[in-house]
């Protein structure tokens, strides 16, 4: 709100351009010279996005400070330029992995486990002394469980390096350079060398590991927790990085809140021989890398600044326009107008913030009764599953059994028939045998019981013989033609 007085005092200054100063003394202690008659002032160039920056550095501030910001190897939000597919992107810079830019931010790694991006300047820093700026902010719904990191590189490794990632905190394993690595989960490998903003240096002949970083560094509370009441995505951290290649030099200053109190981390003066020696500094890029694993966080890179060394401005903060000394400077007209002018965009913004508050509410309410709604639906479906499975289950044993009994049925007649046709002939002999036998016990005892009637009828009738002989013939014919109709039967039913 503060910062739309100064326009308000601009619009109504020249809305009252015949008003006096209501304090004179004040307008002449201000040195408030207007622009002389003929001579306009050259318009401001547009700086966002790097839209159509060409040529050399330009200056940074005001006309007291010139400080030069190397526009190449530099981005400021908001990001409006777009590339043939229609996504964001920024002149010099790439970014990769699960990086996206945003209109107001660069996300190198979401709230989401097992995440690596990284954004890399395809400019390589032209001077060998600098002052780097970097807003960032590094944010998560955990309260106490979050990690990885964010890694800040100054490196010659090459960007197709970079495409296929690694470890540090995705970076190249073999990277060749330094990076300021801004760590919120403590690995127990790491020990009590673990800082919150910790250094790792590499000569690209072998693979650095992220536990094994330069005794230095230093812990803050840049880390944000994003259930806070009183959290704002508008809110960031600041880290000024100065570096002198010749010297082999490294300061790091943190203001965690952006707060404006900004205070030193560490200095470190790299060793020309050793583990932690730097590699060929001829040609060196900036990139910036975050990774994510079981556990995740929000990292955000909102601008990068690449100035000149010693640069005075960088990691200052906006002072807050003190509306009373304005005041001083206006008349009473122009103090009424902007009074008039605050109320309304108070009332707006006071209705706004109601209807926003109203909405968002109503989108709780919505989102909690469509979450009950999914979850009685999932017990539901959970019940009906459950008893699809047991029908189903039922249904395949009962299809099994009877496949099993007719699969045991085939095999026994199959081992019927094949144990008949090795012993057929046997079987037709023992059963002939059976028959011949059979026969024969019947046909005696036929007989005998026949002769021995006839042998009695005929002592007492003393008939003829013919009486006899005719009934031993007929029961002869009788017993053969049972025995020989059992046998056909026998050998239709049971033998091929």
Known sequence: ?????????????????????????????????????????????????????????????NANKKSIVYKKNSFEPPFENFNSKGERKIDGWVVGGDASIEKNYIRVANDRASKKGWIYNTA?????????????????????????????????????????????????????????????????????????????????????????????????????????????????????VEFDAQQRKLNVRIDEDGSGRMRDCFEYVFPTEGADALGDLGRMHLAISSSTGQLADNHDVLSVQLSEFGDKEAGQVDDEVDPDKLGLRVSPDVMRYVKAQMALLEAKLTEMDHDVEHKLDGIGDTLTATTDALKKSEAEDRVRIEALEKRIVTKIE???????????????????????????????????????????????????????????????????????????????????????????????????
């Open 1 to 61: 709100m503060r910062l739309l007085i100064p326009i308000l005092l601009a619009h109504a200054a020249l809305f009252f351009g015949d008003a006096a100063p209501a304090n004179p003394q004040a307008a002449k202690a201000a040195n408030q010279q207007p622009p002389k008659p003929g001579k306009p002032q050259p318009p401001r160039r547009n700086n966002n996005n790097n839209k159509g920056r060409k040529g050399p550095p330009q200056n940074r501030g």
């Open 398 to 496: 009962g299809t099994l059994e009877e496949a099993m009994d007719e699969l045991v049925g085939d095999m026994v007649e199959e081992i019927m028939d094949t144990k008949l046709e090795e012993h057929g002939d046997d079987l037709k002999d023992m059963v002939m045998e059976h028959v011949e036998e059979s026969q024969t016990d019947l046909i005696k005892e036929i007989t005998g019981d026949v002769l021995n009637s006839a042998l009695m009828e005929g002592v007492a009738s003393n008939s003829g013989w013919m009486l006899p002989f005719f009934v031993l013939t007929i029961a002869m014919s009788t017993v053969t033609y049972v025995a020989w109709t059992k046998w056909r039967k026998l050998m239709k039913s049971h033998l091929p």
């Open 124 to 240: 390589p820093t032209s001077n060998k002394k600098w002052t780097l700026e970097m807003k960032f902010r590094i944010s998560g719904q955990g309260q106490r469980l979050y990690g990885d990191g964010l890694a800040l590189w100054l490196t010659s490794t090459a960007r197709s390096d970079y495409q296929r990632g690694g470890s540090l905190f995705g970076a190249p394993n073999k990277i060749n350079g330094f990076g300021i690595l801004f760590d919120t989960y403590k690995n127990a490998e790491t020990g009590n060398l673990h800082k919150d903003i910790m250094l790792l240096a590499n000569d690209g002949t072998k693979e650095a590991e992220m536990h094994k970083v330069i005794p230095t560094g230093c812990n803050s509370n840049y880390r944000m927790w994003e259930q806070r009441d009183d959290f704002s995505a508008t809110q960031f951290s600041i880290a000024v």
